[in-house]
């Protein structure tokens, strides 16, 4: 198959991208004003054993290119060095915190995509009615919202008037669970509001991409080709139009999933939802610089994927992608 | 020397892609439309009250009152109540305008002007100048964004000039796509070879012919790269990497989060400046939507 | 027997400048197992009216009035549903070969096989693939082509392909809309004797839209010409071509240049068609005719029967 060529060739682009997000990163958090190792250990004295190995460790004695070299074998084993105000490997932190933030962002965005692709169906087709209008400027206000800003609102609104769902973090202080049921309860019911949260911003945007794609196509001429020939609104819709509106969707996931990361960073702030976007915020806040660095660079990493997947998902279904 | 009559006749430069609708102008064209008249109308609003707001009631950060006085609901003597230091947040929004609009809108210039250049240099030229710059507009449009921003202002510090050049510098990639793309198809065009011929140098070429064919693309891309400035302003300084100085909109919802407002229900603390930034992200969305409409006939409804 | 009865059919497409009214007042018809041209400059309703056999115009049009008989029932009288089952079984369209008329990411055998089994779902898909393919062969499309894209074939191919598409259901009736417009000299004749020998081969009944007569002359038996939105003239291709008596007809025959004759200026038409933003009460060809008749802006001209089955729309020939 031909097209096996240009995924090698993606997927060594693929490489080379990871690699330069390394090096920007490498090279970014080195710039920083002030004695490095201040910033490392920064509770006060050290004991000249631990500069000392500090510097082994770091290699910070010895010249940028062999540093350079130090950080990538510490990456490639797993060391993203230890956190100031946790004063633990970052590594270990990051494993807590990942599966919280996926477990968020996987529940949004399958949410997220069912409403914005079903909405955007139905206002693509019934483009210039109410309902369309109703849709598309419903879509622009939440689009427009700071997503960190409807966090507030809706905890306002529900969470403290109403006191319907919990506003912060993921299980509630003091609680017994009977078994685990009660604990993925407890943990679901926290997950309510920042899922909601998101689903309103974010869906916004998959919302427009999807109606503007398919009203592109609809008003392509395969499609007046289709109706030419008797097939049904539904079938036109769905058999020809879809597939062919699912290439530029694809295309913008990938800025959507910066979208989404974002909005995690605001979301779990805003409710304290321990997950990698908080984990970045109070980073921020006392200038972690080994837990910015790893997340920064996590999150790197999905973006990158992300685009990767999709542009193979892009050539799997358009046939007009040629081995380049 | 008669390449100016050349391009007057053949028609060759705006209406090439913006295809007038005969004798209106884009204006009116929008203002026609409900959307894009309600978009007009609540920027210009906006843009005025972020003008003469701040002088005819002007905020005093320091201003406080004693711990009484502190997160009072809205009355006769404070329109829309008092934050966590006792000051009156009406006055706090109208020059919080100011800040987000002057950030948002100096942050765009910037994206705008670096990335349509990097696109029209990169788009006219072959060779590895144009492929690097290629290389590294990728490299930019696949990093998340707000990580990024965020990384780069808690490193370089929280001052309201690093704000702007750190959005600035990191949201011009999707303005030089865009123009990338559609210089690289206006570079096949006749009547650049025409002109070539004629003698006419690069500069004159990109700037004089290329780059009233590709206005309308930056125009609505420029819509969209404001209203995501704004938003991304906001975003820095909720997260506490704004000027602490300068007080945008941003800033007083970050002190209203730290400090409690959404706990102890201050709501006249949290809806002032969310609506603020909501309404004009809003008129920027209104705007490029109906722009887009202009632009592109097939999206337009009968 | 008379297969297609068009009768004063009049269409308006609404507009932000007002309503144009592309089509007035058209009378045509068609005889079973005869091929009708419909000739006209850009912009006379050409394609309005045949398109709108299929009910196939667009969300922002409206026909006024008028019937459009199909084996004796009004099709403008019939239902969305009524028209799926319609279109492709009994008429369908070759379009424009432009780029897109085929779906890009759908393999062309399976878009002929498509109607197949809409319309005839008592077919199994092996036969219909079948069918597709000897088809395609018809056509003059190797077999082996059947699941290739659209863009793995030339623009002559793509119309082939379309052209076979347009059988596949056995229609009665069969509308080609410019269906050589957009290939190159060499290939429009190719593609005519394609569909010269088909409609012999199968008695196909065609309309067959163009704005080149010359195109028409070799293969309709009828032609229509139109202009501004009403038919002029109408009569057998031989009529039409060797007496026409519209004055714009006769100008068009003037501007044909003879490649045989002496070599002769080209005499254009001078002037513009008429606003159909605000159509004019009389003859729409007023401005421009040479034979004209101070009744001519006055009222209307009707298609009359001038001669034995040779109708105009002209004052002027009536005398």
Redesign the interface.
């Known amino acids: 198959m031909f097209k096996v060529r240009y995924v090698i060739k993606k997927i060594g682009f693929l490489f080379i991208t990871l690699f330069s997000v390394l090096t920007f990163n490498f090279f970014l958090f080195r710039i920083l004003p002030g004695d490095p190792l201040r910033l490392i250990a920064r509770a006060g004295n050290l004991s000249s054993d631990s500069i000392a190995r500090l510097n082994e460790l770091f290699g910070l004695n010895q010249p940028k290119w062999m540093q350079y070299l130090i950080y990538l074998k510490n990456l490639a084993t797993g060391q993203f060095g230890t956190s100031i105000t946790f004063r633990r490997p970052v590594i270990e932190i990051l494993q807590e915190r990942l599966l919280n933030t996926a477990i968020l962002l996987t529940l949004a965005t399958i949410i997220v995509v069912a409403i914005g692709v079903g909405a955007g169906a139905i206002a693509a087709t019934r483009r210039g009615s109410r309902l369309d209008n109703v849709f598309v400027v419903t879509s622009m206000v939440c689009w427009s919202l700071p997503t960190f800003w409807a966090g507030l609102i809706l905890i306002i609104l529900l969470g403290v008037s109403l006191s319907f769902f919990p506003i912060a973090g993921i299980s509630t202080p003091g609680m017994i669970y009977f078994s685990s049921w009660d604990r993925i309860m407890d943990f679901a019911r926290h997950l309510v509001l920042p899922t909601i949260t998101l689903i309103i911003v974010d869906m916004a945007q998959f919302f427009m991409i999807t109606r503007s794609a398919l009203v592109d196509v609809l008003t392509t001429d395969y499609i007046h080709t289709a109706k030419a020939k008797g097939l049904s609104k539904n079938r036109i819709l769905w058999k020809h139009a879809f597939p062919n509106a699912l290439l530029p969707i694809v295309t913008a996931t990938a800025v959507y999933v910066s979208l989404l990361i974002g909005g995690a960073i605001q979301v779990e702030t805003v409710f304290s939802f321990p997950g990698m976007g908080k984990l970045m915020y109070d980073a921020v806040l006392r200038r972690d610089y080994p837990i910015l660095e790893a997340s920064f660079f996590i999150f790197a990493v999905f973006t990158i994927l992300a685009n990767f997947i999709s542009d193979v998902i892009y050539m799997i279904i358009d046939p007009r992608v040629k081995n380049v | 020397m008669n390449e100016k009559n050349i391009n007057e006749k053949n028609n060759t430069s705006t209406s090439l892609i913006l295809g007038r609708f005969k004798n209106e102008t884009w204006v009116q064209q929008m203002w026609a439309d409900p959307l894009g008249k309600a978009g007009i109308i609540i920027l210009v609003a906006v843009i005025l009250i972020s003008i003469i707001g701040p002088i005819v009631f002007p905020f005093d950060s320091k201003a406080g009152d004693s711990v009484e006085g502190v997160f009072r609901p809205p009355s006769s003597v404070h329109w829309l109540g008092t934050d966590d230091m006792g000051r009156d947040i009406f006055r706090a929004t109208l020059t919080g305008a100011q800040v987000s609009l002057f950030v948002g809108l100096t942050a765009s210039a910037i994206s705008i002007i670096v990335g349509a250049i990097v696109g029209l240099l990169s788009g006219y030229y072959f060779g590895f100048g144009s492929n690097l710059s290629m290389r590294v507009t990728d490299f930019f449009f696949v990093l998340p964004v707000l990580p990024l921003i965020i990384v780069l202002a808690s490193i370089f510090g929280q001052n309201i000039y690093i704000t702007i050049l750190v959005i600035g510098l990191t949201s011009w990639p999707s303005t030089a796509r865009i123009v990338r793309s559609q210089v690289l198809s206006i570079r096949e065009y006749k009547f650049i070879e025409r002109i070539k011929s004629l003698g006419a140098t690069d500069f004159r070429i990109i700037f004089a012919h290329i780059l009233p064919n590709v206005m309308p693309l930056i125009y609505s891309n420029t819509v969209l790269v404001i209203a995501g400035a704004i938003l991304a302003e906001a975003t820095l300084a909720f997260l506490g990497l704004g000027d602490p100085v300068r007080v945008s909109w941003g800033t007083m919802l970050h002190y209203a989060f730290v400090s409690g407002a959404a706990g102890r229900q201050a709501w006249w603390y949290l809806l002032p400046p969310g609506i603020g930034i909501v309404l004009v992200v809003l008129s920027f969305t209104l705007t490029g939507h109906t722009l887009d409409k202009i632009l592109n006939p097939r999206l337009r409804d009968y | 027997m008379t297969l297609l009865d068009i009768q004063k059919l009049s269409i308006c497409f609404?507009s932000?400048?007002g309503d144009v009214h592309a089509v007035d007042g058209v009378n045509i018809w068609l005889e079973k197992g005869k091929i009708l041209g419909i000739a006209g400059e850009s912009g006379c309703g050409k394609s309005t009216t045949v398109l709108a056999i299929?009910r196939?115009l667009?969300?922002?049009s409206r026909i006024s009035h008028g019937k459009i008989i199909f084996k004796g029932e009004d099709l403008l009288q019939k239902t969305e549903k009524e028209?799926?089952?319609?279109?492709?079984?009994h008429i369908?369209?070759i379009?424009q070969g432009?780029m897109?008329?085929?779906?890009?990411?759908?393999t062309v055998g399976s878009q002929i096989v498509?109607?197949i089994l809409?319309?005839e779902p008592r077919t199994s898909e092996k036969e219909a693939i079948s069918r597709t393919k000897s088809l395609l062969e018809s056509v003059g499309i190797s077999s082996k082509r059947f699941s290739n894209?659209p863009?793995e074939f030339s623009g002559g191919m793509r119309q082939r392909a379309m052209i076979a598409?347009s059988l596949s259901c056995q229609p009665e009736l069969v509308i080609a809309d410019e269906p050589v417009t957009a290939l190159d000299v060499m290939i429009q004749a190719q593609i005519l004797e394609l569909i010269k020998q088909l409609s012999e081969k199968l008695s196909l009944s065609m309309i067959m839209i163009s704005h080149d007569l010359s195109v028409l002359f070799g293969l309709c038996d009828q032609i229509a010409i139109m202009y501004a939105g009403r038919v002029v003239e109408y009569g057998s291709a031989n009529d039409v071509f060797k007496n026409p008596i519209h004055p714009y007809t006769a100008r068009l025959m003037q501007s044909i240049p003879n490649i045989f004759g002496e070599k002769v200026l080209i005499d254009g038409i001078p002037g513009y068609p008429p606003d159909l933003l605000n159509p004019p009460v009389g003859c729409a060809f007023f401005d421009r005719c040479v034979e004209r008749m101070s009744c001519c802006s006055e009222r209307a001209p009707e298609l009359l029967n001038v001669s034995k089955n040779h109708f105009s729309a002209c004052h002027a020939s009536y005398k």
Do not use: G, T
């Open positions: 609404h932000r400048a299929s196939l667009s969300a922002n028209m799926e089952a319609i279109r492709w079984k369908s369209v379009f432009s897109n008329a085929l779906n890009p990411i759908k498509e109607p809409i319309h894209y863009h598409m």
